[in-house]
Nanobody, 124 residues
Framework: QVQLVESGGALVQAGASLRLSCVASGRTFSDYTMGWFRQAPGKEREFVAAISRSGGITSHADSVKGRFTISRDNAKNTLDLQMNSLKPEDTAVYYC?????????????????WGQGTQVTVSS
């Protein structure tokens, strides 16, 4: 079992920056590829970004590319999402997820463990 706890969500104005963090426990963090997903009210949970076990490979959704950056620190068992130039359409609950597979994936069904989520609200 892997336990994931997100933090860093807040209410901010458009154009602001936020940094989300996810702390993992229970298993060896570096054995898992990691991802961030988000879910807005009335919408399906969607892919935001993913990172390989070593951190050497990343993938970002087109909607956040150039604004968001995923990173990890295997020594601290943490996963981060730096979010810049936030827009109202970024408003959602953001979830951290862990995948036992080797390949980075954008599919939520590929992920085995999920955090409880952290709310990000961007006002216009």
């Amino acid at each position: 079992q892997v336990q994931l706890v997100e933090s860093g969500g807040a209410l901010v104005q458009a154009g602001a920056s936020l940094r989300l963090s996810c702390v993992a426990s229970g298993r060896t963090f570096s054995d898992y590829t990691m991802g961030w997903f988000r879910q807005a009210p009335g919408k399906e949970r969607e892919f935001v970004a993913a990172i390989s076990r070593s951190g050497g490979i990343t993938s970002h959704a087109d909607s956040v590319k150039g604004r968001f950056t995923i990173s990890r620190d295997n020594a601290k068992n943490t996963l981060d999402l730096q979010m810049n130039s936030l827009k109202p359409e970024d408003t959602a609950v953001y979830y951290c997820a862990a995948r036992a597979g080797v390949l980075v994936s954008r599919r939520r069904n590929d992920y085995d463990y999920w955090g409880q989520g952290t709310q990000v609200t961007v006002s216009s």
